[in-house]
């Protein structure tokens, strides 16, 4: 839909410094990515190419956000998808929107003279969970299509594709996406700890006005378990109690109504799914 079409287009100038904490992922993730940037190399010494590389981890700790860093950090064009997208009411049509998707990322990196296009497709799980006995063709074929087109890829040719995909349930995958030559990279992308929490908070502090008593550190010290997207929302909230203030700065209790909005905001979210 037209929704794809805006979202995959937005440009990406993401860097990996703007990512807080994550700093083995961030290493893990360079490190295959150097596949791609040092393609000659990996040919010469008959390393096999990589193809897909998957992020795991719970919601909201930034797995969209390092599939561009990567496109960045690589050169490459970008394009994402969503796996509930290519779910249709009629059969083929999934299949056929992946196909699309590959082609539009390779046109495009051809269109902006780029050695490389990153296909990103978030809720994998959503096209790629375990098949079963034929229950649910429509998902079938989508799958099918994407491990056609993972085949397909031939790296020696220019636009190179790499893949990535990002899950919270990594065990629910049909094994064929996780064979050799699919996605056989995998990178867990965790919540934060302490010292990325923090990271993460003065990222997102960069453009807001904090008072003097405004102790991130202690939001940090008090933010256990909360995802990079909360910390997000601690700050976005925090600006919005001082704007209600009237206060010209961000507080100390403002971040501290912040806490406790977005923990109470996850748990009635919770207790409403139930
Ligand atoms: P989902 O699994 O729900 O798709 P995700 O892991 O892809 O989540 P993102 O979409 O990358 O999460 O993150 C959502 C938002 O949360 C980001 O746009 C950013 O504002 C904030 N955020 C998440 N993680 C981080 C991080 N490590 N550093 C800075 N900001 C972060």
Redesign the pocket.
Known sequence: GSDRKSRSRTPSYLTFD?????DRAKRELQEALDFLIRYDDIQRLGIRPLKGILLT?P???????MAKAAAHYTNSVFMAASGSEFVEMYVGVGASRVRDLFKEARAQAVKENKNSAIVFI?EIDVIGGKRDGGQHREYDQTLNQLLTEMDGIHTAETPRVLIMA?T?RKEMLDPALLRPGRFDRHIE?DL?DKKGRMH?LN??AKNKPLAPDASLESIAQETFHF???QL?SVMNEAAIYAMRDDSALIQQRHLSLAVDKVMLGEKTDRESTK
């Not at 919601?59 to 956000?65: A, V």
């Open positions: 703007e990512i807080g904490g994550q981890g919601p909201g700790t930034g797995k969209t956000l978030d990002a919270n992308v934060p993460i990222i997102h995802s990079g997207a997000e």
